[in-house]
């Protein structure tokens, strides 16, 4: 099913779509009381993520927006990345799909072509299924004391990855 997927940047005239893929799964889903309102990088990607040189994608299946993932990139302090808006909808996680993995692989690869050393990651205690993804892919948990002090933190985050680029393998397919 690899092939079915397609996976391109998107600019702000998908920030409806993505905004209507995340809010259910992070509402519904997950019941984290988050709003649009408390999430305006939904609203301006661009501004948000590629004019500090971060960049954000989704995955197509087909004509389907399936999934996001999200590249922060601050500017102060060594280069290294956020991740932020890793989502994929439910009847796409896993196999045969593996959507996740391909929003993640091409992430890390940009991160790694744009010079960054580091990624970090939040998110919540009750994704379970994400925790696990992210350790499968070499990120290491650590404590939010032991994050970058430019780390944006979103407020509703309580478990923290990071992925050392330079010592760690590219993620594969």
């Known amino acids: 099913m690899d092939s ?9 005239d998908y920030s409806r779509p993505v ?3 995340i809010l259910p799964i992070q509402r ?5 009381p988050i709003t649009l309102t408390d999430q305006p990088d939904l609203l301006d990607l661009e501004a948000a993520y590629f004019d500090p040189g ?3 994608w989704g995955a197509f299946a087909g004509e389907e927006l399936a999934g996001t993932i999200g590249l922060l990139a601050p500017a102060t ?14 009847e796409y996680r896993g196999a045969p799909w593996r959507i996740a993995q391909q929003l993640l692989t091409t992430l890390i690869a940009y991160s790694r072509d744009s010079g960054m050393e580091d990624l970090y990651l939040g998110t919540i205690s009750r994704m379970h299924a994400a ?18 002090p430019a780390f ?11 992925l050392p680029l330079l010592s760690s393998k590219p993620a594969e397919l």
């Open 4 to 12: 079915l997927i397609t996976i391109i940047p998107l600019s702000n």
């Open 19 to 21: 905004a209507e893929l």
């Open 28 to 32: 519904n889903e997950f019941n984290v």
């Open 54 to 56: 971060g960049h954000f």
């Open 77 to 90: 302090g060594p280069p290294f990345g956020v991740i932020r808006k890793m989502f994929v909808k439910k």
């Open 131 to 148: 925790h696990r993804f992210y350790e499968r892919n070499g990120f290491i948990r650590l404590e939010k004391e032991n994050l970058p």
């Open 152 to 162: 944006p933190r979103m407020a509703v985050d309580d478990v923290f990855y990071h």
